[in-house]
């Protein structure tokens, strides 16, 4: 069994920061990437960021430029650092983990955590 924990999400106000980690816990796999997604009542969830074990990286078009997604492979962490903070980033942020077991592909969701972007 998979487990990821997220932490880091808050109110913060307009322009401001935020850092979201996610620790992937277990043994047995490999991980292949690893993902922020965040979802609003009513809507589509929808990818934010994408970071795959080697590096490379992807993101959403809303968030280009303002949000920057690492990863520590030994730790089996990713971490979300969001900057310049609109009210419509207000949304639960998912981590997502996709990862091998042995020859078979997994994909894993954390539970969420709130982000709360208002003056």
């Known amino acids: 069994q998979v487990h990821l924990l997220e932490s880091g999400g808050g109110l913060v106000q307009p322009g401001g920061s935020l850092r979201l980690s996610c620790m992937a816990s277990?043994?047995?796999?490999?991980?292949?990437?690893m993902a922020w997604y965040r979802q609003v009542p009513g809507k589509q969830r929808e990818l934010v960021a994408r970071?795959?074990?080697?590096?490379?990286?992807n993101y959403g078009d809303s968030v280009k430029g303002r949000f920057t997604i690492s990863r520590d492979n030994a730790n089996n962490t990713v971490w979300l650092q969001m900057s310049s903070l609109k009210p419509e980033d207000t949304a639960v942020y998912y981590c997502?983990?996709?990862?091998?077991?042995?020859?078979?592909?997994?994909?894993?969701w954390g539970q969420g955590t709130q982000v709360t972007v208002s003056s």
């Open positions: 997502y983990l996709e990862a091998d077991y042995r020859v078979h592909g997994f994909n894993f």
């Open positions: 277990g043994s047995g796999f490999n991980i292949v990437a």
């Open positions: 970071i795959t074990s080697g590096g490379s990286t």
